[in-house]
Structures are given as C-alpha cells and as structure tokens.
C-alpha cells in the first residue's frame, strides 16, 4: 500500500537526514525525513506538504519468544482537508490503522491478543 521512494541520502541503510516521499493511493503522498535510528527503532518527521503534521516512530524489540512491534505518531492535521478527514470524519485515522496492519500482517506478523490503538488529544494553540 505505502511505497517508499529516497529522494535524499546514500543508498544503503536507512540514515539519519535521508528523506523519502511515501506513496500511497489517494491524496496521501507526504515527504519525510528519518530524525533517529537505531539497533531497534527509527523516527520519521514530516515535511512540508505531507497530509499531516508529525513524527512517526517504529519499533521492533524481542518479548519473550516473539517480537514486539509497536507504531507511535504524534501528529496534527496538516491542513484544513486533513482536519476535515483526520478529525471530522475519521476517514484517514481509519485508513492508516488497515495500512499499518496490511503491512504487519503481509510481513509475516501475527497480532497476538489483537491490536491497541489509543489516541491522546492535546490542546493546540487556540484549541480547547
């Protein structure tokens, strides 16, 4: 679903400072650019005219006889059609849960005891 294409940095691993534009169906391509990594996780921001407003961050961690994947992203709309879809509608909050699990599941993972999902609000701004 989300293809990842490098338009900054070496080839090879994966590097702090690369950039990349993640494709996917729809109006959702969104540069971003790797701000941490290392033996078990990495960080992605994002950057000007991606659909939100954030960083994501994926890790993986051995837990007993399985491994631990989790996915923490701290975002805002970025934009007044993102807020109407984010939290209006709650079209691509839905949209992003089916694509993190595709990715999990087409890797290989199975969720054990399911898939949490909890959301935070923060007052931004004006915002109460």
């Known amino acids: 679903m989300a293809v990842f294409r490098k338009t900054r940095g070496p080839d090879?691993?994966?590097?702090?400072?690369?950039?990349?534009?993640?494709?996917?169906?729809?109006?959702?391509?969104g540069p971003v650019r790797v701000v941490h990594r290392d033996a078990t996780s990495f960080r992605l921001a994002t950057l000007q005219g991606h659909l939100e407003a954030g960083q994501i961050e994926?890790?993986?961690?051995?837990?007993?006889?399985?491994?631990?994947?989790?996915?923490?992203?701290?975002?805002?709309?970025?934009?007044?059609?993102?807020?109407?879809?984010?939290?209006?509608?709650?079209?691509?909050?839905?949209?992003?849960?089916?694509?993190?699990?595709?990715?999990c599941i087409r890797t290989g993972g199975r969720p054990r005891g399911g898939i949490t999902i909890r959301t935070r609000w923060v007052a931004w701004g004006n915002d109460k």
């Open 58 to 103: 994926f890790r993986a961690e051995p837990d007993g006889d399985t491994l631990r994947f989790e996915i923490e992203s701290w975002a805002r709309a970025g934009d007044r059609l993102a807020d109407v879809m984010y939290n209006k509608l709650r079209l691509a909050k839905e949209i992003q849960l089916n694509m993190w699990t595709h990715f």
């Open 12 to 29: 090879g691993p994966l590097r702090y400072g690369d950039e990349f534009v993640v494709r996917m169906p729809g109006p959702w391509d």
